[in-house]
């Protein structure tokens, strides 16, 4: 399998994902790698059995905040919270963010080579989530709990 | 109406590994859930610093017992392809042969646990027997029934003869024999009809907006299968992908079982194409250089990527598994969903923590 990489500014990142979302290209995942600088490698798939070809859009940081996809690929904030956790890497409005509890590891940025020694202080505030998308999801549940799904019955052949 | 929270897990009889959810009731009804995972987070991505790139094989082995072999295999091409290695032909086949085998006995392993979440243990136990003879197939091939280190970076370690693939293929036609009687049950059984038809719905548009994998996505009408793509030695055998459009837990039951019985067939394939050869490349040099190598696990595509330097020492391995992808569908089903359901909405993306938790 063909693999394409483009390495872009970070302040373009929102942009060139949404040409991707447009195309709809199906998020892979993000794959973060950290030595001196840290790189974000977002990857996808044209969903297309066909197409072989890999693309990944790649970013470079050093301490900067970036801006969370999840607005786009909603399900992108797994990997956000991840990375933010284990790397260490800025990520601003994720939409649901566990504020570095997605995991229960004792030492802090783990996978970032250049974190400083420290461990994990428990916070109560364990989820937090931007008004933006918990209206979103307090109006799709009003709707959705309106439409009950009618049961089939019997069996199926 | 006023909200109740509810705790499910990280302990619960459903699950095998730890998982916790918050699960936001109205009622009897599940308004919202919020997973929380990484009780049992090992690192094992980092462990790649410290082990040279040929010892990591066995780590990646060790990241799931279910699909072991085809952590192994992502690892090995992953860094195959950075060294530009060609695999023989015979290692291929033999690789595609063992992928099958595990998703035979992935998916037998997760039909019994299915049953048994919906209470029909007979089910379970009938599903489990058959599993065991897939166990004895990989006893009698690699020498180990969980965990067999038969793959290897340029190709694989161990030959079938001729005499134990016939042997193989009159083993298979058995257990197609008895599934194909079983599989019955979680067709036209109505006590399994009435648990599954129509739960955990998750349309087609559904799926693909929230990235899901394997037979969740399947089992939802996306017909994506990394297989198509022809990684080792499917290009060279005749299958096409399985979905159903239904996308609820039974159609996703559905797409595991006709999987099943496609295994059995694709292995078949593998038996009567085999070609004669080497098994395994010489591997000489070091890797430097990264690849994003994708294939499909029972449970779904799973993701490895591999960066070197060109030394021993890999400087990243990253390994995206399908569970990991599954859970944003998962909490989407859980939704309005009722209370008494959320164990088989769980099941229903056959969730490996372990691996989740690599």
Redesign the interface.
């Known amino acids: 399998?063909q693999?394409e990489i483009t390495v872009i500014d970070h302040k373009k990142l929102l942009e060139t994902i949404s040409f991707y979302k447009q195309k709809k290209a199906?998020?892979?995942?993000i794959?973060?790698?950290s030595?001196e600088n840290t790189e974000l490698?977002y990857?996808f798939d044209a969903?297309d059995?066909s197409n072989?070809v890999?693309k990944?859009v790649r970013i470079n940081i050093t301490n900067e905040t970036i801006d969370s996809i999840s607005e786009i690929?909603?399900?992108a904030?797994?990997y956000e919270n991840e990375i933010k956790e284990l790397f260490g890497v800025k990520i601003k409005n994720i939409s649901?963010d566990?504020d570095g509890?997605?995991?229960?590891?004792s030492k802090k940025e783990?996978?970032n080579p250049n974190a400083k020694e420290e461990t994990f202080k428990k916070t109560d505030k364990?989820?937090s989530q931007t008004d933006k998308s918990s209206k979103k999801?307090e109006q799709k549940?009003n709707k959705?709990?309106s439409e009950k799904?009618?049961?089939?019955g019997?069996?199926?052949k | 109406m006023s909200r109740t929270v509810i705790p499910f897990g990280p302990q619960h009889p459903v699950l095998p590994e730890p998982i916790h959810l918050d699960l936001v009731l109205e009622d009897e009804k599940v308004v919202e859930a919020i997973p929380r995972i990484g009780y049992v987070h090992r690192g094992l991505e980092l462990l790649v610093q410290k082990k040279d790139f040929k010892q990591y094989v066995f780590v990646a082995e060790r990241i799931c017992g279910i699909c072991s072999f085809m952590h192994g295999m992502g690892y090995c091409c992953a860094i195959e392809n950075i060294m530009d290695i060609k695999v023989p032909e015979r290692a291929d086949f033999l690789r595609t042969l063992w992928s099958e085998l595990s998703r035979m006995h992935s998916h037998m392993l997760w039909l019994g646990l299915w049953a048994d979440a919906f209470g029909f243990e007979s089910l379970f136990m009938h599903s489990w027997r058959l599993r065991e003879k897939i166990l004895d197939i990989f006893e009698q091939t690699t020498g180990g029934r969980v965990i067999f280190s038969v793959c290897e970076i340029g190709g694989v370690k161990k030959d079938i003869d001729a005499e134990t693939l016939k042997n193989i293929s009159s083993k298979i036609d058995e257990i197609k024999k008895d599934a194909l009687e079983f599989s019955k049950v979680f067709y036209k059984d109505k006590t399994v009809a009435v648990r599954t038809v129509d739960v955990g719905i998750l349309t087609k548009e559904q799926a693909f907006a929230l990235g899901a994998v394997g037979p969740m996505a399947r089992g939802s009408g996306l017909s994506q299968d990394l297989r198509s793509t022809g990684y080792a030695a499917y290009g060279q055998v005749d299958f096409e992908p399985i979905f159903e459009t239904d996308g609820d837990c039974y159609a996703r039951t559905a797409v595991r079982i006709r999987e099943f019985f496609q295994s059995a067939d694709i292995i078949k394939q593998c038996i009567g194409k085999m070609p004669e050869g080497e098994i395994r490349q010489k591997v000489t040099g070091k890797p430097n250089g990264e690849y994003f190598m994708r294939l499909e696990q029972p449970r779904g595509e799973v993701l490895y990527y591999a960066k070197a330097n060109g030394t021993d020492f890999l400087d990243r391995v990253r390994v995206r598994t399908p569970t990991f992808a599954n859970i944003p569908a998962m909490l989407e089903t859980l939704k309005n969903s009722q209370l008494a359901d959320v164990p088989l909405l769980i099941l229903t993306i056959d969730p490996c923590i372990s691996c989740t938790e690599r």
């Open positions: 399998m693999q199906r998020l892979i995942a794959t973060a790698s030595k490698s990857s969903n059995t072989t890999q990944i690929y909603p399900y904030f797994l649901l566990f509890n997605l995991y229960k590891v783990a996978f364990t989820v999801t549940d959705s709990s799904p009618a049961k089939k019997g069996q199926k």
